[in-house]
């Protein structure tokens, strides 16, 4: 379990069920305002979020609305975010870390943006194994939403405010069809580098440079997903609990498998609140090829990281 902190989670005060499908038709409810705010907020602010990174308008407004909305919910006891340093403090219930607006640098080209949020029954930071739910929204021609609880993954299509199942039972197929890595490729591992190009003779690219839009790619058509460690970036580019735990703990639920060099990225212990970490996730067949060819322990492809076979 994460440090607790003054919003410290308290399960006799949370349904989790209940609480999961609260935070989801929220964030569906929200999603009409967001779109609107892409045409309207492109401009950048002239500030760095705790990452580093420059934050666009959209970004900021994402992050005030979500946590404004959020924030309402009597289950919800804090609220982190990529774009604030320190997490909200709200009453006793479950912690939501979210990525407002993954991808934001998509705007200006037009191209696919995300949201992205993790439901944790612990204090922030917390395990991946503290996830009871995850979301990601992608915003492409459709607007559409996986979400994953402990008893699987669901996708839907939101309309209005509205959401419409799409796909009841989410499910990787063994090997897939596509391929997506990022980060320079010289500053990729060697080992990384020989994967990839086992990988390229056999599946299609398909890279955006949004996390959610090219994991849905993945789980779409089955294959993989990788960000690995770079020279310049040793620790991995990608947040835990914002970004690699809910990816995840999605990706796990629909019977593929997460690593992030050592073991189950769920497994990875959580430090602090806006740690990176390599991610790869996918289907069964070139994720367990993933791991034997970094040097990881051969494990049996058709196990799912849900009994986490890492141990």
């Known amino acids: 379990m994460g440090t607790s902190g003054p919003g410290s989670n308290d399960l006799k005060t949370a349904d989790e069920p209940a609480c999961i499908t609260s935070i989801v038709d929220t964030v569906a409810k929200t999603v009409p305002k967001l779109r609107t705010a892409f045409e309207t907020h492109r401009s950048y602010e002239g500030e760095a979020n705790p990452s580093g990174e420059e934050m666009l308008a959209a970004d900021v407004y994402a992050d005030e609305l979500l946590e404004s909305r959020l924030g309402k919910l009597a289950c919800v006891g804090t609220y982190a975010s990529e774009e604030r340093a320190d997490p909200v403090w709200i009453g006793s219930g479950l912690s939501v870390a979210v990525d407002p607006l993954d991808g934001s640098s998509n705007l200006s080209s037009n191209n696919g943006v995300g949201t992205i949020v993790g439901v944790y029954d612990g204090g922030l930071p917390a395990s991946g194994r503290d996830l009871i739910g995850a979301m990601y929204v992608l915003y492409g021609p459709t607007t559409t939403a996986m979400v994953a609880t402990r008893d699987g993954v669901t996708e839907y299509l939101l309309t209005q405010g509205e959401r419409e199942v799409l796909t009841p039972s989410v499910s990787l197929p063994e090997t897939g069809t596509v391929y997506g890595f990022g980060g320079p490729v010289p500053e990729w591992s060697g080992a990384f580098r020989r994967y990839s190009m086992s990988v390229q003779r056999r599946l299609k690219r398909?890279?955006?440079?949004?996390?959610?839009?090219?994991?849905?790619?993945?789980?779409?058509?089955?294959?993989?997903?990788?960000?690995?460690?770079?020279?310049?970036?040793?620790?991995?580019?990608?947040?835990?609990?914002?970004?690699?735990?809910?990816?995840?703990?999605?990706?796990?639920?629909?019977?593929?498998?997460?690593?992030?060099?050592?073991?189950?990225?769920?497994?990875?212990?959580?430090?602090?609140?806006?740690?990176?970490?390599?991610?790869?996730?996918?289907?069964?067949?070139?994720?367990?090829?993933?791991?034997?060819?970094?040097?990881?322990?051969?494990?049996?492809?058709?196990?799912?990281?849900?009994?986490?076979?890492?141990?």
Do not use: C, M
Request: proline share 8%; no cysteine.
């Open 206 to 311: 398909r890279y955006g440079g949004a996390l959610v839009a090219d994991v849905n790619q993945v789980l779409s058509h089955g294959g993989v997903f990788a960000y690995p460690r770079l020279e310049t970036r040793p620790s991995g580019k990608l947040r835990l609990q914002f970004e690699a735990n809910p990816i995840a703990f999605i990706v796990e639920q629909a019977g593929g498998l997460s690593y992030q060099g050592e073991r189950s990225v769920l497994d990875t212990e959580p430090e602090r609140l806006h740690q990176r970490t390599p991610l790869f996730v996918g289907s069964p067949e070139p994720l367990a090829e993933l791991i034997e060819t970094l040097g990881g322990a051969t494990t049996d492809p058709t196990v799912t990281t849900r009994e986490s076979p890492w141990d």
